[in-house]
Every structure is written in structure tokens, then in C-alpha cells.
């Protein structure tokens, strides 16, 4: 039914409100599938656009106590409702993580522990291996982790394939690899102040 305005079609619905919503969870009992299938195809294919939405809503009510009090309850539900797969997840980082420090650092050493810019601070190009990032020639880190699901999967796959962690990878230090993320933008502060403006416009 097409309608003039707003106004009119609220005034139809107040009416008629019993009525529209029965219809309205007929339809979804015999479609539920299918709105659902639906509904699941969106969200996947609009993370980005879903995460960024989130976070403006958090920006724009973080100060409120009603919104603060909501927050402090679904995260207590949720860790009451989690609890056993989080305190697992945690036994197991902590069991893997000396096993991923290695792999990391078996991967620094098999591309060279120094730093490959050549207008490094450090003079003839830092060497001391707790100063030594791994870094993504082409900045696609973060997709690289999603794709490999755990930093330990990642440094695997390089390790087995040391041709092609030749061309993705280089080592740097820990100041050229935040020098070369400030001049490329890869911090993702664009995106953030961009955001600002949005939240105060
Ligand atoms: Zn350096």
C-alpha cells in the first residue's frame, strides 16, 4: 500500500497494529528460513560496514551511566555464559605461546636478523634481535593474520616457504617498522579521525 507520508502510515499502524503484526509473524514463520539465509548473507558481507557502524554507536553513548550499566551487564552475562571456553582459550595461549615466540624467532633468523632499511637510526643497521619486527613488505598483515587464523599458522607457513616469505616479509626494527606505518597510513588513524568528525558533526 503506498502512502502519502509518514504520518499517515504510523496513524494506519497504530490502527492496525495487532493485525499488521500477526501477518508479520506468519510471514516469518513461513519464510524464516529463507529471511534468515538472508539476513546472514548481509551481515557476512558488511563486517567492515557492521564494525564501524558499532563503533560510532559506542563513541556517540559511551558516556552515558544507563548505557555504561547496560555494557558492565552484558559482559558479566557473557563471561558467565562463556566461562569455560574463555578460561580455555587462556590455558591454551598460554601453553602455545613460547612455541609461537620460537617459531617467530626462527623466522627473523632464517630472513636475516637485521634491519633492512638502509637509513636506519642505528648505525650499519640494528641487529639486537628484541628490537626485530617481522613486517609486511606490502602492509596486508592484518589480512594475512585473518587468513592463517593465529600468528603460530603464519609463521609455519613462511617457515616451510621461505621463497615466498622472501617476497612478502623483511625484517626492520622497531623504529623504522613505526616510521614506515606512520608514512603509509597503515595505523589506521585516518580512519579513526575520520570517524571523529563524524561523531561530532
Ligand atoms: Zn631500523
Same mark, same amino acid.
Given at each position: 500500500? +503506498?502512502?502519502?507520508?509518514?504520518?499517515?502510515?504510523?496513524?494506519?499502524?497504530?490502527?492496525?497494529?495487532?493485525?499488521?503484526?500477526?501477518?508479520?509473524?506468519?510471514?516469518?514463520?513461513?519464510? &524464516?528460513?529463507?529471511?534468515?539465509?538472508?539476513?546472514?548473507?548481509?551481515?557476512?558481507?558488511?563486517?567492515?560496514?557492521?564494525?564501524?557502524?558499532?563503533?560510532?554507536?559506542?563513541?556517540?553513548?559511551?558516556?552515558?551511566?544507563?548505557?555504561?550499566?547496560? %555494557?558492565?551487564?552484558? %559482559? /558479566?552475562?557473557?563471561? /558467565?555464559?562463556?566461562?569455560?571456553? @574463555?578460561?580455555?582459550?587462556?590455558? =591454551?595461549?598460554?601453553?602455545?605461546?613460547?612455541?609461537? %615466540?620460537?617459531?617467530?624467532?626462527?623466522? =627473523?633468523?632464517?630472513?636475516?636478523?637485521?634491519?633492512?632499511?638502509?637509513?636506519?637510526?642505528?648505525?650499519?643497521?640494528?641487529?639486537?634481535? /628484541?628490537?626485530?619486527? =617481522?613486517?609486511?613488505?606490502?602492509?596486508? &598483515?592484518?589480512?594475512?593474520? %585473518?587468513?592463517?587464523?593465529?600468528?603460530?599458522?603464519?609463521?609455519?607457513?613462511?617457515?616451510?616457504?621461505?621463497? $615466498? +616469505?622472501? /617476497?612478502?616479509?623483511? @625484517?626492520?626494527? +622497531?623504529?623504522?617498522?613505526?616510521?614506515?606505518?606512520?608514512?603509509?597510513?597503515?595505523?589506521?588513524?585516518?580512519?579513526?579521525?575520520?570517524?571523529? $568528525?563524524?561523531?561530532?558533526?
Amino acid at each position: 500500500m +503506498a502512502y502519502k507520508n509518514n504520518e499517515t502510515r504510523r496513524k494506519y499502524y497504530e490502527e492496525n497494529k495487532d493485525e499488521i503484526n500477526r501477518k508479520r509473524r506468519l510471514h516469518r514463520l513461513k519464510h &524464516g528460513d529463507k529471511i534468515r539465509a538472508r539476513e546472514r548473507k548481509w551481515h557476512d558481507s558488511n563486517i567492515e560496514k557492521r564494525r564501524m557502524q558499532a563503533r560510532i554507536n559506542h563513541h556517540k553513548h559511551k558516556n552515558e551511566t544507563e548505557y555504561k550499566q547496560k %555494557r558492565k551487564k552484558q %559482559r /558479566k552475562m557473557y563471561y /558467565k555464559k562463556h566461562k569455560k571456553v @574463555i578460561s580455555l582459550k587462556h590455558i =591454551i595461549y598460554n601453553k602455545t605461546l613460547p612455541k609461537t %615466540r620460537e617459531l617467530r624467532l626462527e623466522l =627473523i633468523n632464517s630472513l636475516g636478523p637485521i634491519c633492512n632499511n638502509v637509513k636506519c637510526l642505528v648505525y650499519g643497521g640494528c641487529r639486537e634481535i /628484541k628490537c626485530l619486527q =617481522i613486517d609486511h613488505i606490502n602492509g596486508n &598483515g592484518k589480512d594475512d593474520l %585473518r587468513k592463517f587464523k593465529s600468528s603460530a599458522q603464519m609463521y609455519k607457513y613462511y617457515l616451510q616457504n621461505p621463497r $615466498i +616469505a622472501k /617476497k612478502e616479509l623483511q @625484517i626492520l626494527c +622497531a623504529n623504522c617498522n613505526w616510521i614506515k606505518r606512520e608514512e603509509n597510513n597503515e595505523n589506521g588513524v585516518e580512519k579513526w579521525q575520520l570517524m571523529r $568528525i563524524k561523531i561530532v558533526s
